[in-house]
């Protein structure tokens, strides 16, 4: 069943309705083709979910019947903020879809010292835009009980000072040899952790000093070279798997 993000003050659950309004609407009626009395997964985006019937459609909107909640626990209770050394374009968009799926709360995007894609600032609306379509789309394929927060782009020293608001944060660096994810984070009460990740050329030294200084914990994520957007997948994966409900029940 096709799923959709409606915004909560278009949600009545005195009178068990809704509306979805915006591009959906064109979604629902010229791609899907949807009819009136059939049925959507409409969430609030604040893992509120609930099924509906269509009973109206319209250039501007659809109108549905609640006919029933659906008590699932969509999001993890850990909070994940993945932060992002900007990669090449093409793959950003493929860092974005699989972050929102595997369930990382918040990405953030980073100009680090070896970023090779910069972003304009006369296209930077344009790019965020594009990307938090992305993540949209992702985030009503994975069935997520929320749209993951994009935020962006930070230099590396803002970065760090946004660092400093998370309980534990990792940074995946390959000269690391000894100390592995699951080591780093064992024993450790965390309800919200920083994961940095660095662009196609990695971190520079100074970087991964800096981070440390923070109190950040290099870790390894074995003994082969991931790419950046293997590596954000893997390491957000791991901590998920280690400390949430990846893999199974929280």
């Known amino acids: 069943m096709d799923r959709f993000f409606v915004e909560k003050k278009n949600i009545n659950l005195e009178n068990n309705t809704c509306i979805i309004e915006g591009e959906d609407v064109k979604h629902i009626s010229k791609v899907l083709r949807c009819r009136v009395g059939e049925c959507l997964e409409i969430c609030d985006n604040d893992n509120n979910e609930y099924i509906a019937e269509i009973s109206g459609i319209s250039k501007e909107e659809v109108t549905l019947d609640i006919v029933e909640t659906i008590d699932i626990k969509r999001e993890s209770d850990l909070k994940v903020r993945l932060y992002q050394g900007l990669p090449k374009g093409p793959k950003m968009e493929m860092i974005l879809q699989k972050l929102t799926e595997v369930g990382v709360d918040e990405i953030i995007l980073v100009q680090t010292k070896r970023s090779v894609a ?86 520079a030294e100074e970087e991964i000093k800096q981070i440390e200084d923070i109190n950040g914990q290099s870790v390894s994520l074995g003994p082969r070279i991931l790419r950046t957007e293997t590596a954000s997948v893997v390491a957000s994966s791991i901590v998920l798997y280690e400390l949430s409900d990846l893999g199974g029940q929280a």
């Open 118 to 203: 910069k972003v304009d600032d006369k296209k930077e609306d344009k790019k965020i835009e594009r990307w938090e379509r992305i993540i949209y789309e992702a985030a009503k394929q994975s069935k997520r009980g929320k749209i993951p927060t994009l935020r962006g782009v930070l230099s590396f020293k803002e970065a760090l000072a946004d660092m400093k608001n998370n309980d534990f944060n990792i940074v995946p660096y390959e000269n690391e040899r000894t100390k592995s994810i699951k080591q780093a984070i064992k024993d450790i009460d965390i309800n919200n952790i920083g994961i940095f990740v660095g662009p196609e050329g990695g971190f």
